[in-house]
């Protein structure tokens, strides 16, 4: 396996990150793609580590940013945070694709494109720092890198249509369809019945006093099923 030498990954990160590793061999493997090789291994023993450092950091700024929320509510929310998709944003933002360090016979580009690699590698770095520099430099690792999702993540909140739609795009699934598959009460207090499908995903249903309220009730019953479903398949990978 080729690729800059473990100081110069260090370096290059911390221009990136404002992190400053004091063992830099920890970041180098946390950089190494799983067909790369080496002697110093490769990320997916610390993904097992990051992934757990950030469920940990996430639900506990959850906790602090919403203390009228059940638990319901909040596993809803640290799924959405937690997801794939987000921690593949924070490794594009990071371009940690263009350290990452893989083997002559990897399709670099293809590696590189994969969601699931980005997610892996930005999980792996947070066990880095975490095994490096402990938990309070993981959080404000985290804190930081995470602000612009939690800001998203407030939008989302409050318009899971929107936020169903981004994910399937996102996912490269077909859009969100709605139906009204039941009406009860009169007419001055009707209550609708909404499911929503997706092509590949699923489908939810919601009910609500109007169909817009329906609609939203069956999209976040709907992005529930699609984050926990995602999560239980890369813990079981």
Same mark, same amino acid.
């Given at each position: ?78 799924? &959405?945070?937690?997801?794939?998709? /987000?921690?593949?944003?924070? %490794? #594009? !933002?990071? @371009?940690?694709?263009?350290?990452? *360090?893989? =083997? ?41 890198? &995470?602000?612009?999702?939690?800001? /998203?993540?407030?939008?989302? %909140? #409050? !318009?899971? @249509?929107?936020?169903?739609?981004? *994910?399937? =795009? ?47 009730? /069956? ?19």
């Amino acid at each position: 396996m080729d690729g800059p030498s473990a100081q110069r990954l260090a370096e290059a990160f911390a221009a990136r990150a404002g992190v400053t590793f004091g063992d830099p061999a920890l970041l180098r493997q946390a950089l190494t793609h799983s067909g790369g090789g080496g002697q110093g291994g490769d990320y997916q023993r610390l993904e097992f580590l990051g992934d757990r450092v950030l469920g940990l950091v996430i639900a506990e700024e959850l906790l602090k940013r919403f203390p009228d929320d059940d638990e319901g509510r909040l596993a809803r929310r640290l799924n &959405w945070l937690v997801r794939r998709e /987000a921690c593949a944003r924070v %490794a #594009r !933002d990071l @371009k940690l694709d263009e350290l990452m *360090l893989t =083997a002559k016979t990897t399709r670099r580009g293809q590696a590189a494109a994969s969601q699931k690699v980005l997610s892996d590698l930005c999980e792996a770095v947070i066990a880095a720092i975490y095994l490096d520099q402990g938990l309070p430099e993981a959080r404000d690792f985290i804190l930081a890198r &995470w602000a612009p999702l939690f800001a /998203a993540h407030r939008e989302a %909140a #409050r !318009d899971a @249509k929107s936020a169903l739609q981004e *994910l399937a =795009a996102a996912r490269q699934l077909a859009t969100p369809a709605y139906r009204v598959v039941g009406r009860e009460g009169p007419d001055h207090a009707p209550r609708f019945t909404v499911e929503v499908a997706v092509d590949g995903a699923g489908a939810a249903r919601g009910a609500g006093g109007s169909k817009r309220a329906a609609e939203q009730a /069956a999209a976040e019953e709907l992005l529930k099923h699609m984050t926990e479903e995602r999560r239980d398949d890369d813990e079981g990978s």
